[in-house]
């Protein structure tokens, strides 16, 4: 018979079937346990994250050699089983050494290209909680899905930064926006190097034997798994107090040269970027502020890793790039806190920190929203390829694509212009308030800038987001300049 105890014990005996006393055949009492599913159904990506358990904490505890790009690590994870579990899956690529689950040692396996397959030890009820600790190793940029690795090996360390998948070369995951965990990292590097994560530093780098150091940094907000990062290297480290109080942690690498002093330029205005677009937006959602000026060779790209975005050396090229800091921190808003629910809802993230650079752009003097609308519509023809990918749903294989950025900012202004400054500016707030620490969708935002704006705005999002083709203008949409 089934015998359910207290959360945080396993369960004995054989559970699904039981004799029902005075009949002579066994009849079902409850589900036998089943398997997670390897995915949790995202029309893009279908077996990104997992299901039959929820992660509440990642301790990701790493060792890192510079030299060789060689990882090894344990990492703890701290779940509650979602159903009764025969076995659950992981998102992962590196070597396995071992898995246990509430101290037992568990038999795992591989399927597809990152599934890691823990089969249960002993049967796991709905409501469990469940400490997984995996131990592994690798050499992350050579362990390449699709002759591809998210990982970033440069001539000083690496960056663990990319979007969606990240977490897969350095922490097995619940690997979707849809399960968001606390996070405490450290890595142990040689002395000398710099390690840059999410979140505030609990304590100062702790001397190890082998002339080692080993970082340590914390998330205490929850923070989906491509959020994660870190920056390993020669990094000269700034940190201040925001007017909010808060810390301001920011990292330039040491091999900018000529384009460090532009990349400060930007960075540290953080600050005074966040601190205006809370006025906005509504109220900063995280823990600690900053950013990574990435180095040299690196990444080709941006991301908005929570607390403190990653840039890539690109954006200083021409001076400062104060733009590129209102969209990775916007993203803190739309992306971070509010997360796409699922990824076909990508113009929640970059419509929206694309809309904020047109806002900063009005506040700096530098030309209106409704300039940068004309002159965006203007600089793609109507024949333009461009017009043909919808934002509210680009594909998988076009999830960051032009269209979803200036497209996207495009029909944020026309909603604007739609509701109303009044309305407008209500909306977002609303928007960040409502959904906090969790996911959105853009039939949920809908919903909300119909609610707020009591108007019916079917016809608008359709158009703008869902039908492919230039949208004609409406004389009144132009005239608003
Ligand atoms: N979310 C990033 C941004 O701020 C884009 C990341 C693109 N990812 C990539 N691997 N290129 O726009
Ligand atoms: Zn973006």
Redesign the pocket.
């Known amino acids: 018979a089934l015998t359910v105890t207290t959360a945080g014990t396993l369960v004995t005996g054989t559970p699904g079937q039981a004799a029902l006393p005075g009949w002579g055949r066994p009849v079902p009492v409850a589900a036998a346990p089943a398997p997670g599913s390897p995915g949790l159904g995202d029309s893009y990506f279908p077996d990104y994250g997992n299901g039959g358990y929820d992660v509440s904490h990642y301790d990701v505890r790493l060792r890192y050699e510079p030299a060789t790009d060689r990882l090894t690590g344990t990492t703890t994870i701290l779940a509650t089983a979602t159903q009764d579990l025969s076995r659950f899956n992981l998102d992962f690529l590196l070597d396995v050494e071992s898995v246990r689950v509430n101290g037992w040692s568990a038999a795992y396996t591989r399927e597809g290209t990152h599934e890691l397959v823990v089969t249960a030890p002993r049967a796991i009820v709905k409501g469990q909680l469940l400490t997984i600790v995996v131990r592994y190793s690798g050499v992350p940029s050579e362990t390449l899905v699709g002759g591809y690795t998210g990982w970033t090996r440069t001539d000083d360390g690496a960056l663990a930064v990319n979007e969606p998948e990240s977490a897969w070369w350095w922490f097995p995951a619940n690997d979707h926006p849809l399960d968001k965990a606390t996070f405490d990292v450290s890595v142990s590097v040689p002395a000398g190097v710099e390690v840059i994560s999410n979140g505030v530093q609990p304590r100062p780098p702790l001397a190890e034997p082998g002339n080692r150091m080993r970082w340590g940094w914390r998330s205490t907000k929850p923070a989906a798994t491509y959020l994660a990062f870190l920056a390993i290297g020669q990094y000269d480290i700034v940190t201040d107090t925001a007017p909010n109080g808060q810390a301001v942690i920011n990292a330039y690498s040491a091999t900018l040269g000529e384009r460090g002093p532009a990349a400060r330029a930007s960075i540290e205005r953080t600050a005074e970027i966040v601190d205006w677009e809370s006025s906005i937006f509504g109220p900063y959602p995280f823990e600690a502020q900053g950013g990574v000026a990435g180095p040299i060779d690196g990444i080709g790209f941006?991301?908005?890793t929570q607390t403190r975005p990653v840039y890539g050396p690109s954006f200083w090229r021409r001076g400062a790039n104060t733009y590129v800091v209102v969209?990775?921190n916007?993203?803190q808003w739309f992306?971070d806190s509010v997360s796409v629910a699922q990824w076909r809802d990508i113009w929640l993230?970059?419509g929206f920190?694309?809309y904020a650079e047109w806002l900063w752009s009005e506040e700096q003097g530098e030309g209106a929203a409704q300039e940068l609308f004309d002159f965006t519509y203007a600089a793609y023809p109507e024949d333009s390829e461009f017009w043909q990918v919808l934002p509210g749903d680009p594909g998988a294989d076009r999830v960051?694509n032009d269209a979803v950025?200036d497209r996207g900012a495009m029909a944020l202004h026309q909603l604007r212009l739609a509701v109303g400054d009044e309305a407008f500016f209500e909306i977002l707030p609303a928007w960040t308030a409502e959904h906090r620490y969790g996911n959105g969708s853009v039939a949920q935002f809908q919903a909300l800038a119909e609610r707020i704006s009591g108007l019916e705005l079917d016809e608008f999002f359709t158009t703008w987001l869902f039908t492919a083709g230039r949208p004609e203008l409406a004389t009144a949409a132009r005239a608003t300049a």
Request: proline fraction near 0%.
């Open positions: 941006a991301l908005e969209h990775e916007a993203h992306g993230n970059e920190a694309s960051f950025y």
